[in-house]
């Protein structure tokens, strides 16, 4: 059973535009809702995260708005750019155990 | 944030052999963790590697097939036993904080078996 439903599956953007990647959960248990971006040949690395306490975080382009009682969040990149073309994977951490379950990833391809 | 080094970072490997792959962290950290990713697919938590004790093992993988170390706090191995061309994958070493939620992961060790 997939705990984190990720779409979707692939994106595709011109330059400039904005890439949106949602993602939604059902267990209540879940306090912690990072993004990961992850480049060919190399691991995930955290982009941005939200608690479920707060609706939205923006770090410079990236955003995650959060909506807590559709338990649902995304991604916001805003001004998309080709260096952005990547595999995007949102994820959540339950409150016990500090286990992660991740989505099934959205590759993102941003033309110039 | 945690620099971990994970080796090798890729291999290739004959069907029964088995491969060990080593996990170096730069700190002392709480949690180190072990996943699996198959080519496009998601992460996969294959165990948690705890310190002088057992790893813990989730569902579908069993410590025969994937035995794992870890004697300190900074390092921690994972065999991939008797391997069979399904094993072909990228193996992910994490690493957690006690008192962050973060989760960081190391450059992953690509494997492939022919």
């Known amino acids: 059973q997939q705990q984190v439903k990720q779409s979707p599956q692939s994106l595709i953007v011109q330059k400039g535009g904005i890439s949106i990647i949602n993602c939604a959960y059902e267990?209540?248990?879940?306090?912690?809702f990072p993004w990961y971006q992850q480049f060919p040949g190399k691991g995930p690395a955290l982009l941005i995260a939200?608690?479920?306490?707060?609706s939205e975080k923006k770090e410079g382009r990236f955003t995650i708005s959060f909506n807590k009682s559709a338990k649902q969040f995304s991604l916001h990149i805003m001004d998309s750019q080709p260096g952005d073309s990547a595999t995007y994977f949102c994820?959540?951490?339950?409150?016990?155990?500090?286990?992660?379950?991740f989505g099934t990833g959205t590759s993102l391809t941003v033309i110039p | 944030s945690a620099v971990i080094s994970q080796k090798p970072s890729r291999d290739i490997c004959q069907r029964g052999t088995s491969l060990t792959i080593q996990c170096q962290v730069d700190?002392?950290?709480?949690?180190m963790f072990w996943y699996r990713q198959q080519p496009g697919q998601s992460l996969t938590l294959i165990a948690t590697?705890?310190?002088?004790?057992?790893?813990?093992?989730e569902s579908g993988f069993v410590i025969d097939k994937f035995p794992i170390s870890r004697p300190n706090l900074t390092f921690s191995t994972l065999t991939v036993s008797n391997m069979s061309p399904e094993d072909s994958s990228i193996y992910l070493c994490?690493?957690?904080?006690?008192?962050?939620?973060?989760?960081?992961f190391g450059e992953g060790s690509r494997l492939t078996v022919l």
């Open positions: 267990n209540t248990a879940f306090d912690y």
């Open positions: 994490s690493v957690g904080t006690s008192g962050s939620r973060e989760l960081f």
């Open positions: 994820a959540a951490r339950t409150t016990r155990g500090n286990q992660f379950y």
């Open positions: 590697a705890n310190q002088g004790s057992e790893a813990t093992y």
């Open positions: 700190s002392q950290v709480t949690m």
């Open positions: 939200i608690r479920p306490d707060v």
